[in-house]
C-alpha cells in the first residue's frame, strides 16, 4: 500500500506543476503602422542581365530620414522635408503613388522584413541599360 500511496503522490504533484505552467502568450502580429527611421540603405547596381555592377555597403542617410506609416499613406521626411504618398499594401507588397504625381511618380516597395522593431524595405529601377536595387533599413 505505501508503494500505491506514493506513486498516486508523485503523479499527483507532476500533475499539479503542469497545470500551473505558463501558457505561451502568441507574439503580436507586427504592425508597419506608427513612425520608422532610416538606419542606412545598401544599393546594387545591376548590367541588362543582371549581373552586378558595383554593390555600395551600408550607408546611413545624409540628413535624417523617417517614415510614418498610417493605414493608406505614409510620409517620408528627409531633414525637414515631408513626402506624402498614398498606398495599398498586398500582403508584402506596398504599391504607393507620390501625392504629387508626375513622371515615376508610382512606386512598389518589398516589405523584406517586419518586426516590431525592424523594416526593410526593397525597390528596384531601371538605370540605363540595367537597374537599380535600394534596401532600405529601418527602426523604430
Not at 552586378?52 to 528627409?78: C, G, I, K, N, R
Not at 522593431?117 to 529601377?125: F, G, K
Amino acid at each position: 500500500m505505501p508503494l500505491f500511496l506514493r506513486s498516486l503522490l508523485f503523479s499527483l504533484l507532476i500533475l499539479a506543476a503542469t497545470a500551473c505552467t505558463k501558457k505561451k502568450e502568441p507574439e503580436p502580429t507586427p504592425q508597419l503602422e506608427g513612425t520608422w527611421t532610416v538606419q542606412y540603405t545598401e544599393t546594387t547596381f545591376f548590367n541588362a542581365d543582371g549581373v552586378v555592377l558595383v554593390h555600395s555597403p551600408s550607408a546611413p542617410p545624409v540628413e535624417p530620414t523617417t517614415y510614418l506609416f498610417t493605414p493608406s499613406d505614409y510620409t517620408v521626411t528627409v531633414g525637414s522635408r515631408p513626402y506624402l504618398y498614398t498606398y495599398t499594401r498586398e500582403q508584402t507588397i506596398i504599391h504607393s503613388q507620390y501625392a504629387a504625381g508626375g513622371i515615376g511618380s508610382k512606386l512598389d516597395l518589398l516589405i523584406k522584413t517586419l518586426t516590431q522593431s525592424e523594416l526593410l524595405l526593397e525597390y528596384s529601377y531601371s538605370a540605363g541599360a540595367g537597374y537599380n536595387r535600394i534596401v532600405i533599413h529601418l527602426a523604430r
